[in-house]
């Protein structure tokens, strides 16, 4: 079966500090990979998505994702965070031979203090 | 399109109540799948609808949830009796297969008092 692993369940950062969330998955066939952000209240929005091709990925708001196959992984960066990036960030994965249903990590709470 | 809209936005009601949730998916999307949100449990997937057919309903917690999809173009989430601890924020999405990427709806925020 399908699981989405997060590695950091909270993350506090200081306005321009770098950012790495970890994302591991486990599934052994091809997979289609995705960060999500949820602000407070808020509907889930995507950030970006990897289906095929380019590893690297880059999304709204300056973030971007690396997939890196050997490692299952597929972690989100963004190279100096704003305090509007406080949020909660959600990996996932799915797969055509498994209808495509969305598998969803635990999520991460980043707090960006001013 | 207007994407997945989910109704009602936000639902309070009384234990024991039914309470029905409505997701209208994307015009052309053959999945439809539903979440529930909860602090404690994060983001579950309930039951998923291929072509209208229900494909996997593991998800769905106890009898009282059931989940119909009467056509391409509706589903709806009920919970008969209600009860506290399904407070949560239902999301439905849907999917095309060809282009394979999920459509969320801004979700339900139901209340159980």
């Known amino acids: 079966a399908q699981s989405v692993s997060q590695h950091n369940h909270h993350v506090i950062l200081s306005e321009a500090a770098s950012l790495e969330l970890g994302c591991n998955y486990s599934?052994?066939?091809?997979?289609?990979l995705f960060w999500y952000v949820q602000y407070p209240g808020q509907h889930l929005q995507l950030l970006l998505k990897?289906?095929?091709?380019?590893?690297l990925v880059k999304g709204i708001k300056g973030f971007e994702a690396e997939f890196i196959k050997s490692k299952f992984s597929f972690n989100l960066r963004k190279p100096s965070v704003q305090w509007s990036d406080t949020a909660e960030y959600f990996c996932a994965v799915n797969a055509r031979d498994s209808s495509y249903k969305l598998i969803f990590g635990s999520g991460t709470r980043l707090l960006v203090r001013p | 399109d207007a994407g997945v809209i989910q109704s009602p936005r936000h639902e309070v009601t009384e234990m024991g109540q039914e309470v029905t949730l409505r997701c209208k998916p994307i015009?052309?999307?053959?999945?439809l799948f539903w979440y529930r949100q909860t602090m404690m449990r994060g983001l579950e997937l309930l039951i998923y609808f291929n072509n209208n057919v229900p494909i996997d309903d593991s998800g769905m917690p106890e009898d009282r949830f059931s989940a119909k999809m009467p056509n391409a173009s509706f589903s709806t989430l009920k919970i008969q009796p209600s009860e506290p601890r399904d407070s949560a924020v239902y999301f439905c999405a849907s999917i095309r297969t060809t282009e394979r990427l999920p459509f969320f709806g801004q979700g339900t925020r139901l209340t159980v008092v």
């Open positions: 599934y052994g066939g091809t997979v289609n």
């Open positions: 990897y289906f095929s091709g380019d590893p």
């Open positions: 015009s052309g999307h053959d999945y």
